[in-house]
């Protein structure tokens, strides 16, 4: 049984069909990247996945959970973590507090409760994203590839502690703005969480981003998913070839 499970989701902003009937199923543990050209509905499809707006009509399951009439934290405490295309984080404080502010925000326990895990959750967290060295440092004063990667660290922050308990990231261009080098970091950390078991949904413009870290790729345009499959089936899709390829 597919893990999501997203049904005819249609959001219009007056005349405007962001999202006009999509739906796609996601496997327990499956990498997907979800492209398509600016305005395809990509962000909008996040939002009605995660909680930030509220679609005119469609269904979405999440590990037999029905998620539409959830507010945004209820679905966190059911796996459903997200970032943003543009990066939100608090400038003012350090990454430390940043992260703190999520499991408070998620009311969980973790990192200043007596428990014995928490210190030590919190630090590997942070190494696990090449923090650690920055965990004093204000937002404000973070390069921005460090800041997308605290972003990514504060989604996984916000999910259950439960070991078996079911995880969807959202990744809402996670590499965009990053250097060559740095998106590779972040493809890897990416490619990273799905392989722990989690099921990952990613927007990309990078193409390297996409075939070389996806199990799989939806294409939406105009709000309509065009292309389901492979990134080599996908890559040889007259519309993304156009698109993406320049032939
Ligand atoms: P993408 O993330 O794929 O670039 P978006 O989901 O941001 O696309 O936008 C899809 C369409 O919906 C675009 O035409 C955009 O202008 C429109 N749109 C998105 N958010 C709003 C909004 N809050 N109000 C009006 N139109 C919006
Ligand atoms: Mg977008």
Redesign the pocket.
């Known amino acids: 049984m597919s893990a999501l499970q997203v049904q005819d989701l249609k959001r219009h902003?007056?005349g405007?069909r962001?999202l006009d009937g999509v739906s796609f199923e996601l496997a327990a543990g499956e990498c997907v990247a979800l492209i398509?050209?600016?305005?395809?509905?990509?962000?909008?499809?996040f939002?009605c996945l995660a909680g930030q707006q509220q679609p005119q009509s469609g269904q979405v399951t999440w590990a037999g959970h029905a998620l539409l009439d959830l507010p945004p934290a209820a679905r966190l405490q059911r796996g459903v973590a997200r970032t943003f295309?543009v990066a939100q984080t608090f400038e003012a404080l350090t990454v430390l507090q940043n992260l703190q502010l999520v499991r408070c925000a998620g009311q969980l326990s973790w990192w200043d409760r007596l428990d014995q895990r928490g210190p030590q959750a919190a630090q590997a967290l942070l190494e696990s994203m090449d923090l650690q060295a920055l965990r004093h440092a204000l937002v404000a004063d973070l390069p921005y590839g460090a800041k997308k990667r605290l972003e990514l660290a504060m989604a996984l922050a916000g999910w259950p502690d439960m070991q078996d308990a079911p995880r969807l990231l959202l990744l809402?261009e996670p590499a965009a703005g990053l250097a060559p080098e740095e998106r590779s970091v972040m493809m890897a950390l990416v490619r990273q969480v799905a392989d722990s078991g989690a099921t990952v949904l990613y927007?990309e413009h990078n193409m390297d981003a996409v075939f070389g870290v996806a199990d799989r790729v939806l294409v939406?345009m105009q709000?309509r998913l065009v292309a389901d499959g492979s990134p080599e089936a996908v890559a040889q899709d007259p519309q993304v070839r156009e698109l993406y390829l320049g032939r």
């Open positions: 902003f007056g405007v962001a398509g050209p600016n305005g395809a509905g990509k962000s909008t499809c939002a295309q809402d927007t939406l709000g």
